[in-house]
């Protein structure tokens, strides 16, 4: 124990004095190992104190070699739990008991949350629908002009069969479901786009990409791929692409209230709903320019994503959506949300760490062999209502002037006011 | 402690029995035990397994009532660190040791960005500003038409220091630096813009303008606010007000390198490198309708957001930008990274539990009394380093046909193919 | 004679008094009549003048009956002419004598178009091509949410033969090429593509689109068109979905021009056009948020529309898209446009009248029995390289600071400096 | 005689057999000679023909010498009159009798705002405002990276009376309001924004910014102008920056309609046309990814333009805008137009010519040397209660069906059906 303790202290002075870098650790150290060492380094490098990133239970051999180089330990984030939610969908059934998990450091949200699933709950449950778009990947290329592109395109409509057999030998979890070309000036963009199963799906789709480019597309006409992602993909940036064909799953959710159960539940009323969504929703984010016509997809998408394993930084992309709120019946409301774009799945990823695990094991939606992909539906039904609930508490918070009360009294007290 | 496992077995049952709701639990109940009988209440009627979340050494009575609701653990996500960075800010100095912590669950990330580090490193280091827009809030107002609305902003114009009393009366940490209307129809949107000082500052900015429209405004003018957030703010959704004015930080980072740094570090050239930049970021997102001209600015703004307890929902924000390179003397290129809307804090919100305090503490980003808002243009500073570090090194992999090959050596093997 | 300009003093008088309204005149008046009538009210009531509109060699009757109500003569515009342009398209042969009628009150545009087209002569002709996407009209009906959504929808996709024959009842020249659905909330939008060979075919589109929904839509599933347009089409308004997918022709032009040709005709090099191109059309546009990648396509567009007798209004439209110049061989530049929406017409709408149907005999666009929608590609071809010499002449001026000079020589003196 | 027209076939010859080109022809011949020549040259080398577009009465030597290059003629827009309008403005008086020249080939259109003027009169006349935002023009600079532009942008904020008094030495009708620069990479973008009176001023502005860059700013500096337009600006494409911050006259119109006049005289009722205004011009689009949320200000903006001589490719940057119809008061509607982008002016440009002029003078917008600018503000204002009384009426026919009826009864036969 002492020498190999003294050993360490050697690999952390090396690391210190820079005759070692972080990522230049014996591979024979344990992850753990390595870990501590490397905070130690860090810790006595800049002065840090990592008391806390130091006690985690995550599998540290996974974290450090499939998610996370030069691993020096866990953030913690909290987990809330918002439910139960009740959902019509495809996937779901009226009657599950659905409990959805959200990490989150954002005081208020997940009350928030809940208090909107109370209101879905008496009002009779949410209509869901998720639909696969499909995970893209657009591969840009350059030509000499015009000539060549015509070339290039005819020879890829001609050639899809084979672009096909060559994506689909990468994975046996991976369709190619069509490919669409964008092309000005002597560049060609190729959007692939992949049915990918239960996974999200976007390495598949890269890897596959790779394949057909490298060994079929470059190879047959001569044109050279100049970025494997040529941002008409579009990942993890808003675009009016994603937000017109939809990228990953689209997401629909709708609820039918009743001027009753917007007294009691939200505390407001069908006029003063619809007007908040009217001024803030519609005409709001038209004054900004906006491509979120919503409250705050972004902050339930966020909190679930992080929870269950997502890549949050495609909260990116599932931020844009468009919220509506019609006055329906005599004193009720219409309510409904869709967010187009939304990557989402229950397999690889974040999905297969520890927490992560644990969280979408709430929810049922394990993949199941007979029905590829149902699970990510599933997830996406659920999310969809998850959304619907957070819209429908915060907008109603405007109506009763609730949002900053809410915050003062539940929120970060940290900054001395 | 056989007794009170007994009770909490009761209040385990009432909970699965709907008797009782997750967040009525009694409040002598210690957080880590509500927590406990949060999580088997949950297990028992979803069918979870709640192992590792329940393991955390983070503060449960802070994260359960500050950060929170019904609480049940925490997530974890594998925190990794990159450096060092070299930077010549107004906030750094270019001999300083600097690392910089990401928690991801994405394989590759960490790595590619510590390549994007070296590069710079072995420029020279990168030149970077972090300019404080400040935070923005706008509550939507409803006019009886163009004259009352004229009227209205009339005295707004003639208010502006009463206003300004009042919302800095809720926090010695705020300053309001103006008022921005915006009008049409019956709608008018004032979109106050507040410098919060070391803090990101959004529900600072709440508060104050809650009490400026039920305490003055609303008063005195008669005219009704119908949402305290008008979606003209823009908080967590994409837009081009942001994109044109920014908000929170502007960041700005650049760095000169020369073709043998290209070749070595970055295994690419300065050509290719400008191709790509011209196709992807400039093409591609044009093609794609996009407002982020850049590669991955939303991957490392999610990992280091994550780590360091900001909000992880305003990387939507952050997702918009342009990434420029150019060529620049005999075989080399000028890169640059531009965000025009990072909301960051180095104190409030998530920034107070254990772990992304701890993240923080290796930046040296903690606030100074004698100048306040420094520590956050500091970490603005340091950010838009990083971020251009990601860019080049990402940007480079394209270059070498690199980017799928690292997703497969690194990456995430789950999904079988 | 007498009696009759008497009668007209009674006419004129009744409309001074109001007694009459502009539009309620005698159908028995001849139209020219009627103008007259109509001006001399005018004049009695404004204190206008009317000496020159009044003075006109179009046909009245034509003007007055199918192109503008309350007709009172005649605006005048002068036209100029650009060329010759030298075009390898499909539909324009290499060795052609092409000039471009401009009609346009801006100095200076005319002649700057001319010195492109002198470059691109000299490069050896512009490659072009015109893609005939089709005209669009979007529909928007109302449902009661999802459910009954996604039954019309799956009614329109198993209609769309029954849909096409009523669709294409309506005209011998309209087909119907697909039906787009866009849906959220309780909001649908169908988005007819139609091809209507050499007409522009709004009117048309509309026409079989009110036939759809009024004869079979409706009746057949019960929901309600609320608009027939419902800007999901979208005309006459800047678009990203027009952006992206096009609408009327998709235009491309593009030449290589050398060092020579740059210096000698556009007094120019590569690498400053290169530069202009890339600050002010790509990062330029970006700043701004801007789907007008270009120099000023809308100038020469609204000369020619104004000219032929297209639609002006749809200049807005045609205002979006791309510019690209870059470098190629060892001093010279590759240069292309691309207008992704530009709808055009060779028969129909103003084409009809006298001064725009000399202007378009100037092209060679007559419609031919034998290849529907040939004259319209054709003339599509002649705009695209049109706009291409308005690119380069006006990009060229930039980099020799000849912009305002231009205008100082050339211009409108009219305002005393 | 004779002889004169000798050698004019001398000059058509020389120019068939491109001896001599279009604007090489002698300047002692008479403009309308000149014209001649060119069209009989044109008519032979293409088979054009041009009896009605050589019958002009506007003056040859103004057309040829400032607006028009290669001169031939000119082409004929019919042009029509709508009215009465009842406006309150500040420029217009309620009592006032406003008849607007409208040019356009559109069947139906002049009698749709005619009904729309109607609608707005029974209802007691609309409420028009007209804000001078300013013409701009956005000189695009390169720097070495953040530090030179850093000093740069400071040199210019302490210099900006000096340059103001540059600019304004350029014409006594120019004032300098501001210059807001946006920067990122290497690029700076300098949007200087000028009061030019009764002018639409983007030639006066665009020679102001030569004088300073020439003369002040790059010799000062040693920053160079890469452009003197750098699409910041934005001149004739659609833009968020116009969108967000105005550009020209911002301009706003609103009605409120009892019930009693949307039945009379619209034939609809509050909650049709509401619903109309949501489904099309709010959600449909939003679906389009639109900066038009409206039905058609460009039809109504590009006939004005069109009859008065303004710059109809600025109906581009007229189109984006907002129309906003809410339920009033029992049975009525509050109905408004906001348009934040047009360029107007009621001297200079093509306002000289003789229609024009003519057309312009039913207004009584003429320049008064007591109040510079009211002239183009009241244009504005009038402008804007048409552009309601357009929107009024279509979304009004939307309500009634009658869009496509109306087209087939007023509009375009000329297609065979």
Chains 1, 2, 3, 4 share one sequence.
Request: aromatic share 6%.
């Amino acid at each position: 124990m002492k020498e190999k303790n003294l050993e360490h202290d050697d690999l952390v002075q090396e690391l210190v004095d820079g005759h070692r870098r972080l990522h230049e650790l014996p591979e024979s150290l344990p992850p753990d190992v390595a870990a501590t060492v490397r905070r130690r380094a860090v810790a006595r490098m800049t002065g840090a104190n990592f008391e806390t990133v130091g006690q985690y239970s995550l599998d540290a051999a996974r974290a450090s070699q499939r998610h996370c180089e030069n691993f020096i330990g866990a953030t913690q984030i909290p987990l809330g739990v918002t439910g139960p939610l009740k959902i019509r969908g495809r996937w779901v059934q009226e009657d599950e008991v659905l409990y959805v998990p959200m990490a989150t450091t954002e005081g208020a949200l997940v009350a928030s949350v809940n208090r909107g699933c109370r209101a879905i709950r008496d009002a009779g449950g949410a209509v869901t629908r998720a639909e696969d778009v499909g995970i893209t990947r657009a591969p840009a290329f350059r030509t000499s002009g015009m000539e060549e592109t015509q070339r290039f395109l005819d020879w890829v409509r001609s050639s899809e069969e084979e672009i096909r057999r060559v994506c689909e030998a990468t994975s046996g979890h991976l369709k190619l479901t069509d490919i669409k070309p964008q092309t000005f000036g002597s560049s060609v963009f190729l959007r692939f786009r992949f049915a990918t199963g239960d996974a999200m799906g976007m390495n598949m789709a890269t890897i596959a990409c790779d394949r057909a480019v490298r060994d079929l597309i470059e190879p047959a006409t001569g044109v050279q791929c100049v970025a494997l992602s040529g941002n008409y993909c579009v990942d993890k940036k808003p675009s009016a692409v994603n937000f017109l064909e939809g990228r990953g799953k689209k997401i629909y959710a709708e609820v039918v209230l009743d001027g009753a159960t917007l007294a009691k539940t939200l505390k407001t009323d069908a006029r003063s709903l619809v007007e908040v969504q009217y001024r803030k929703n519609l005409m709001g984010s038209i004054a900004a320019g906006s491509m979120g016509y919503n409250a705050h997809f972004a902050n339930v998408l966020a909190a679930v994503f992080t929870a269950t394993g997502q890549d949050v930084a495609q909260v990116v992309e599932g931020a844009m959506g468009v919220t509506a709120i019609e006055p329906r019946g005599p004193d009720g409301v219409f309510a409904s949300v869709y967010l187009p774009d939304v990557p989402l799945g229950v397999v690889g990823g974040g999905t297969a760490l520890g927490p992560q695990k644990e969280a979408l094991s709430m929810l049922g939606v394990a993949p199941h062999p007979d029905e590829p992909g149902a699970g990510a539906l599933r997830f996406g039904e659920i999310l969809g209502a998850t959304v619907l609930a957070g819209e429908l508490s915060l907008l109603a918070a405007f109506t009763s002037g609730d949002l900053a009360g809410a915050h003062e009294r539940l929120g970060r007290g940290e900054i001395p006011r």
